[in-house]
């Protein structure tokens, strides 16, 4: 069972407008979030992040916003420009008792098309 | 700036095989991980490290396993490689604890199996 869901396998939007895209999750344990972006052939890069104690993070032309009741984020990019077309992938951190490394779970990406 | 190198970009091997993917990062960080990315299904955890010669099971850990020698290097096999492997390989390493929200990924390897 999928505990990060992004619903949409693709998104095109116009250059110049607001690209959203969106990530909903089920398991509550969850406490930080992020956004990667990925381009055909290469890793993931790391695009913009957010705790669960805050609901709006920004940088630049990202701006993440989370909802925690509806357990749902959100991925804004305003203006969206062609380089922006891309892979994105919405990712929950949660502590596991068992050592000390932070596991990520992934959505199942959207990708984004920015027509010039 | 963090560095993450995995041995190859892409990779056929046979049925029955014995696979090697090896990875290497040169920013000191305790973690590492294996992830394998499938169409519709995004990333999904195979195996991961907090230490050297410490390995934790992912999600998917049937017919892999993980060696971790030294702290920049971790290996991971398929013993006996089958169609369903056919996948693309990404290996990630990060700092640990809340340091280590952020995962650096390497380029990937594309394993074909056939």
């Known amino acids: 069972d999928q505990q990060v869901k992004q619903n949409s396998p693709s998104l095109s939007v116009q250059e110049g407008r607001i690209s959203i895209l969106n990530c909903d999750y089920t398991?509550?344990?969850?406490?930080?979030f992020l956004w990667y972006k990925k381009y055909p052939a290469e890793g993931p890069t790391f695009l913009i992040s957010?705790?669960?104690?805050?609901d709006k993070n920004e940088d630049g032309r990202f701006t993440v916003f989370l909802n925690k009741s509806a357990k749902h984020l959100s991925l804004h990019i305003v203006p969206s420009q062609p380089g922006d077309s891309a892979v994105y992938f919405c990712?929950?951190?949660?502590?596991?008792?068992?050592?000390?490394?932070?596991?990520?779970?992934f959505g199942s990406g959207t990708q984004l098309t920015v027509l010039p | 700036d963090v560095k993450v190198t995995q041995s190859s970009r892409y990779l056929v091997k046979r049925t029955g095989e014995k696979v090697f993917l090896e990875c290497v990062q040169d920013?000191?960080?305790?973690?590492m991980f294996w992830y394998r990315q499938d169409p519709g299904l995004g990333l999904r955890l195979i195996y991961f490290?907090?230490?050297?010669?410490?390995?934790e099971k992912g999600d998917i850990p049937e017919g892999y396993s993980v060696s971790r020698e030294k702290k920049e290097r971790f290996s991971l096999i398929l013993e006996s490689a089958s169609t369903n492997q056919t996948s693309m390989y990404l290996c990630?390493?990060?700092?640990?604890?809340?340091?280590?929200?952020?995962?650096?990924f390497g380029p990937g390897t594309r394993l074909t199996v056939l």
């Open positions: 957010i705790s669960s104690i805050k």
């Open positions: 490290s907090y230490d050297v010669k410490m390995k």
């Open positions: 398991n509550s344990m969850f406490d930080y």
């Open positions: 990712a929950a951190i949660w502590n596991p008792s068992s050592g000390s490394a932070r596991q990520l779970t």
């Open positions: 990630a390493s990060s700092l640990p604890g809340q340091a280590g929200n952020e995962q650096f």
């Open positions: 920013m000191d960080h305790e973690n």
